[in-house]
């Protein structure tokens, strides 16, 4: 993770369009059981969907600037000992930069925008 990249999220439209009209992103109900919100870096969230995600229709990924979160992002060892971002807190839509629907592909794989790992 180099500095100023952005982290990522992936949720469904549905939950999108409601922190939406909320004015905040609160997580999904995996994200409240967890008791913080899951973030991927560029290189670990085509896996993560892979893993988590796989085969689900209706999703987007949400861009999000890190330094607009820093008081509350921790990264900690999750999958294979990696550091993965996670949220302490709910995610204020100014820290958004950008919203891609995430379709499936042919091959029922999630088609990420130009410039992940892994992307189909």
Same mark, same amino acid.
């Given at each position: 993770?180099?500095?100023?990249?952005?982290?990522?999220?992936?949720?469904?439209?549905?939950?999108?369009?409601?922190?939406?009209?909320?004015?905040?992103?609160?997580?999904?109900?995996?994200?409240?059981?967890?008791?913080?919100?899951?973030?991927?870096?560029?290189?670990?969230?085509? =896996?993560?969907?892979?893993?988590?995600?796989?085969?689900?229709? &209706?999703?987007?990924?949400?861009? @999000?600037? +890190? #330094?607009?979160? %820093?008081?509350?992002?921790?990264?900690?060892?999750?999958?294979?000992?990696?550091?993965?971002?996670?949220?302490?807190?709910?995610?204020?839509? =100014?820290?958004?930069?950008?919203?891609?629907?995430?379709?499936? &592909?042919?091959?029922?794989?999630? @088609?990420? +925008? #130009?410039?992940? %790992?892994?992307?189909?």
């Amino acid at each position: 993770m180099t500095a100023g990249e952005p982290i990522f999220h992936i949720c469904k439209q549905t939950e999108w369009e409601a922190a939406e009209r909320a004015g905040v992103y609160r997580g999904s109900s995996q994200d409240a059981a967890d008791g913080f919100i899951h973030f991927s870096g560029r290189a670990q969230v085509v =896996a993560s969907a892979a893993k988590h995600r796989k085969g689900q229709t &209706g999703l987007v990924l949400l861009s @999000v600037d +890190p #330094a607009r979160v %820093s008081q509350i992002l921790k990264w900690e060892p999750s999958r294979g000992g990696q550091l993965f971002p996670h949220l302490y807190g709910a995610l204020p839509l =100014a820290a958004v930069i950008r919203v891609d629907p995430l379709p499936l &592909g042919p091959d029922g794989d999630h @088609v990420f +925008p #130009a410039g992940f %790992s892994g992307a189909s």
